[in-house]
């Protein structure tokens, strides 16, 4: 019987199985460091394979770099072991809700969910640090120690004296200003990349000093191909004093995943909220008259004719024209002819565009709102609803059930968006939040409210934005989602021992390999997550011949820790014809249960496909 491997897939081991499909002749064996073979690329064939000229190193080519750049693409393709551990008592609706609020890096977090989530998430939205010079900066492990690089940069000279003034060393004139930014966001576009499904989009939110890097790193991740657009909307309505400038907007960059995929499904991707001059109206609605005549004439192909006496260039020919009059959507005026366009025809055909320049969007609003929805103002600069509320109709308006991820989800204003538009269409689109528990100042009003970090301020917005919603659509909204499941990012549930068991000795083998703090929710959670199945799925427990049985999705997934297992607990798990069933390895009440348990399943349930951690 075969162990889970409980932990995130290789990116590499991926990559290559991914050339071998397409250049068998490319893939061979060699030595890892540990001495085990395995498979690898020949990197010549492979450059024969792809091109007849060889790039020469140092030879001129177009290109975007920076310090550290490929250990940031080496970063997200590495495998975690770490796992996520439900946490019950800070959610709302565990058992019945389908989102889900995540703490802990976004990055790890990302490389957990890659293997569940490949693939599912239709829309992306992010709001990352802007790197202003104030903004937070993740640090991941790759990058060179601080004292080093500052040596290496100039920023210190030869006997260790600082050359830059203290309070100018985050700004352009410091090496690391850009590369850090760079360096943080790189790894987890690529791997947000392989959650997305492949109509799926991403919109970043993002201001003037990192748009123009932001982009040139979309365009290598996800294809200059697929960028759309990189809309600017309006953000404030005062004007500052701090630049040259009043800068008073921010950046939507919009890509997809496969720009062909998604103007398929949408040929107008999102309809345009800003409709005027629909005055008039008659049965059918609202209307504006719109010309008929043919702009361009001849030269433009339009046919030239005579109709209710005005002789002219027309958009349509004498029998389109006909039959539109017929309908009464042809009107005569004095000197032309015009026709009807009702606003429902607009509402369902009209594309957005890239300048977003009402006041639905202003930070100073969703302040406001916030502050009033949490009792104080405990978030700076949020995220406005409506903004979120209208990409989320651009990208999900006809799938309402899509999965919407946000991994800088800050004070949750995605989560709340996506409430907001199942209230409003009575959809079911899951939610997926991920937050760095940041600590939140002692001095600030956050904290002297009780909220010691952005992940408690999050999730009481979720809360509290939940029940509002609910209690303004009254029995419309009895059904829906405003629940969360809460879960940790973590070490493994399992012991070292675990994954490397030739770096112990024989009597270690035989030790307990789950840690001892972990409970059996949690190791459910990391088989959920080994298996791909969604964080979300509906869990029961129940009692089998005395023991505890977990079951996911009703039998998808059925998995029992419990201690002293016997052949009884067993054939009634395997007479239910689970597609899994996952057990620990020390559960067995006897080694004869061991030696009967693929038996057991053989003859009961032979299609089950059975593990062991």
Not at 233 to 245: E, F, G, M, P
Not at 318 to 332: A, D, S, V, W
Not at 449 to 455: D, F, P, Q, S, T
Not at 524 to 546: H, N, T, W, Y
Request: proline letters at 3%.
């Amino acid at each position: 019987m075969n162990k889970l491997k409980m932990q995130s897939p290789d990116g590499i081991a991926s990559n290559v199985e991914k050339i071998a499909r397409l250049f068998p002749n490319c893939v061979t064996e060699h030595l890892d460091k540990a001495g085990k073979p395995e498979l690898a690329i020949d990197f010549e064939k492979l450059q024969a394979e792809l091109s007849n000229d060889m790039i020469a190193e140092g030879e001129e080519r177009y290109q975007f770099t920076w310090p550290n750049k490929r250990a940031a693409n080496r970063l997200a393709n590495t495998p975690t072991t770490m796992t996520l551990r439900p946490c019950r008592e800070e959610s709302v609706d565990f058992d019945h809700t389908r989102n889900l609020y995540i703490e802990g890096d976004n990055l790890e977090v990302l490389k957990v969910l890659r293997e569940t989530y490949l693939g599912k998430v239709k829309m992306i939205y992010i709001d990352p640090p802007y790197n202003t010079g104030n903004d937070f900066v993740y640090n991941d492990d790759f990058a060179q120690d601080k004292d080093e690089f500052e040596q290496q940069s100039g920023l210190y000279d030869n006997e260790g004296n600082q050359t830059i003034d203290r309070m100018q060393r985050n700004t352009e004139s410091n090496g690391r200003f850009h590369t850090d930014w760079l360096n943080m966001m790189y790894p987890r576009l690529k791997v947000a990349r392989d959650l997305m499904a492949d109509e799926g989009a991403i919109f970043l939110s993002i201001g003037d000093d990192e748009e123009a890097n932001l982009i040139k790193i979309c365009d290598e991740i996800f294809g200059e191909q697929n960028f759309i657009a990189s809309i600017c909307h309006k953000h404030r309505a005062s004007i500052s004093n701090d630049r040259i400038i009043s800068e008073n907007h921010n950046h939507l960059v919009f890509y997809a995943k496969n720009i062909a995929t998604l103007y398929g499904l949408h040929k107008k991707i999102g309809d345009d909220p800003i409709l005027e001059g629909f005055n008039h109206c008659d049965e059918r609605g609202a209307y504006k008259l719109t010309p008929v005549d043919g702009p361009g004439g001849a030269k433009k192909g339009n046919p030239y004719y005579e109709f209710l006496g005005i002789e002219g260039y027309w958009r349509y020919s004498k029998e389109t024209m006909q039959k539109k009059y017929e309908e009464g959507l042809i009107i005569r005026t004095e000197t032309t002819l015009q026709q009807k366009y009702y606003l429902e025809q607009a509402k369902a055909s009209r594309q957005t565009v890239t300048t977003w320049w009402d006041k639905d969007f202003l930070t100073s609003s969703a302040t406001k709102e916030l502050t009033r929805l949490m009792g104080g103002n405990f978030f700076d600069n949020p995220k406005n609803v409506n903004l979120l509320l209208r990409t989320l109709k651009m990208i999900t308006k006809y799938d309402s059930e899509s999965i919407i991820l946000d991994f800088f989800s800050g004070s949750a204003t995605t989560a709340h968006a996506v409430m907001q538009m199942n209230a409003e269409d009575n959809g079911h689109r899951k939610a997926i939040m991920v937050q760095l528990p940041e600590l939140c100042d002692e001095k600030s009003e956050a904290y002297k409210a009780g909220y010691k970090n952005i992940c408690e301020i999050g999730k009481e917005r979720i809360r509290r934005a939940g029940k509002k919603i609910k209690e303004e659509t009254g029995a419309a909204g009895q059904n829906l989602d405003i629940g969360f499941r809460v879960l940790k990012l973590d070490t493994s549930n399992m012991e070292d021992v675990y994954y490397t068991p030739r770096d112990f000795n024989s009597q270690m083998l035989f030790n307990e390999n789950v840690k001892p703090d972990r409970s059996n929710e949690d190791l459910l959670f990391q088989v959920m997550l080994d298996l791909g199945v969604e964080l979300s799925a509906k869990i029961e427990a129940r009692v089998l011949a005395g023991k505890t049985v977990h079951f996911v999705d009703d039998h998808y997934l059925v998995a029992c820790f419990d201690s002293d297992v016997n052949d009884t607990a067993i054939k009634e798990i395997a007479k239910l014809h689970p597609v899994y069933f996952v057990m620990r390895d020390s559960s067995a009440a006897s080694d004869n249960v061991i030696d009967n348990f693929e038996q057991i399943f053989k003859h009961y349930s032979p299609d089950t496909t059975c593990r062991i951690i």
